[in-house]
């Protein structure tokens, strides 16, 4: 089995219920490599960047403002960067399909993620979806500086 990076967020609708430390320690037993953790407040620009493959989307507007906490009043996420034998694959299933309550009901999605009766999906975490967008998240969230080793190939000043 190839060894892949992925990206992990533990987003605010998850700290706002302190899940944080649930949901890491079912990531734990897969036993992966941590290779960067770090608390950061998101910014608009960082959401819509990390988000553009849904920018067409009727919900995009309240994504963005899920992910930087304004729906749950907590300013920040928790991101890391995992390794192993079929890293991304392994992480998503863990976590489970996007919508709650499509998602397998062992998972952590379907176990404690939720629609909330205002209607928002708070499925409390990101996981990256392939090697091309793990890259391109990976190096979105984190600065080479941030990881214990290189995972990604080094961006150019230009595009920061
Ligand atoms: P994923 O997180 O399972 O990869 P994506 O389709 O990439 O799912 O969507 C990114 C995020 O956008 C989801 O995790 C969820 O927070 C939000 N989202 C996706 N579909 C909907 C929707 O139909 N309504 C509200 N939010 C959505
Ligand atoms: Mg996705």
Known sequence: MADQ???????????????AGHILSRLEQLG???????VLSVSRALA???????????FFEELLQHVQGKLHGVGYVLAFV???????RRVREVTGATHPEQADPLSLRGSVGRMTTQGWMENLLHAS???????????LWFRPDELRRPV????????R
């Open 48 to 58: 819509e960047e990390h988000y553009r493959h849904l920018r067409d989307k009727p």
């Open 129 to 139: 979806e392939n090697e091309a967008e793990a890259r391109r998240e990976i190096a």
């Open 5 to 19: 990076v992925t990206l992990v967020i533990i987003k605010p609708d998850a700290l706002r219920r302190g899940l």
């Open 82 to 88: 995992l390794s192993g034998p079929e890293a991304i």
């Open 152 to 159: 990604v190939p080094r961006r150019s000043p230009a595009r």
């Open 32 to 38: 992966l490599e941590m290779v960067g953790a770090k």
